[in-house]
Every structure is written in structure tokens, then in C-alpha cells.
């Protein structure tokens, strides 16, 4: 690997936007360890790929203390030892409770694809139901998403 810079995939499903932000501060946070961070529609993305990346970022909006649908059926349409070797985390913006559940739930369907992951962090933005987009992410919930990106690239 020596000579190779480390390569990240941060994957998200958003309605109003939250999670793209997430996302970008996870990936500035890989960057800023010198990880190439490749962001994308968890839509766009192709089981096959997940095999060119050392480190994969997963983020959801929580629905009822659940990831997004899309989320749950793309990581269960995974190979099961389709992230062996590989470092994982997950995110989730939420707007009225249990992002911390939805984060766990993530965290499982990863490990049961064999691999190594890191506590996902769960920032509140956002407004239930998502009848209206709501309040963004907050400066200080950020600053702990380019963290988690940091300690992604850091285990990774």
C-alpha cells in the first residue's frame, strides 16, 4: 500500500439535503488525513466498486429510529464478505429521535459484510416527517462528522 494513497467511498441517501452535508464533512475530514474521498448517492453506486476503495462511509436520514429503505436494501444486496479488510462507519442526521439507533442498525448491516467498523455518529438537523427541510446541521455537529471522517482515515 505504500506509495498508494488510501481511497474512501462515502455513500448517502438525503430527501432534503441533510445527509449530503454530512457527508461532506465526513469527506472533509478523510481529506484533511490526506484520503482521497470519492462522495456519492448511495443510487449511483454499484456493489461491484465498493472493491477499489480501502474505507467506506455509509449515511442515512433516520426514519422511525431506521436507516432510509434505499440504505437497508443496498447493504443487504452486498456479498457477505463484501467488505472484508475493509473499515466502515456510519452517519445520520435526524430530526426528532433515535439517529443513534439508525447509526447502530448501519453499523450491523456493515459488520455482517465483515467489516471492521467504527462507532457512527448521529447529528440532529432537520424537521420530522420532513414536511419542511428544517434547521441544518449545527457548527459543532459538524465539526464531530469531519472527526468521524478523521478517525475513518486514521483506522483505515
Known amino acids: 500500500m505504500l506509495g498508494r494513497k488510501k481511497k474512501a467511498l462515502v455513500l448517502y441517501h438525503t430527501k432534503t439535503g441533510h445527509t449530503a452535508d454530512a457527508a461532506k464533512a465526513v469527506a472533509r475530514g478523510l481529506e484533511s488525513r490526506r484520503v482521497r474521498p470519492t462522495v456519492k448517492r448511495i443510487k449511483e453506486a454499484r456493489p461491484d466498486e465498493l472493491a477499489d476503495y480501502d474505507m467506506i462511509a455509509v449515511g442515512s436520514p433516520t426514519r422511525g429510529a431506521k436507516p432510509a429503505r434505499v440504505v437497508k436494501r443496498f447493504l443487504k444486496s452486498l456479498d457477505k464478505k463484501a467488505l472484508k479488510?475493509?473499515?466502515?462507519?456510519?452517519f445520520s442526521p435526524y430530526a426528532g429521535f433515535r439517529g443513534k439507533a439508525a447509526v447502530r442498525r448501519m453499523g450491523r448491516l456493515l459488520r455482517r459484510r465483515k467489516a471492521k467498523v467504527l462507532r457512527g455518529v448521529a447529528v440532529k438537523a432537520g424537521a420530522p416527517l420532513?414536511?419542511?427541510?428544517?434547521?441544518?446541521?449545527?457548527?459543532?455537529?459538524?465539526?464531530r462528522l469531519e472527526?468521524?471522517?478523521?478517525?475513518?482515515?486514521?483506522?483505515?
Request: charged share 45%; proline share 3%.
Open 130 to 143: 420532513s414536511l419542511w427541510k428544517g434547521p441544518d446541521i449545527r457548527e459543532k455537529d459538524m465539526r
Open 147 to 156: 472527526d468521524l471522517g478523521r478517525k475513518l482515515a486514521k483506522k483505515g
Open 85 to 90: 479488510g475493509k473499515t466502515a462507519t456510519s
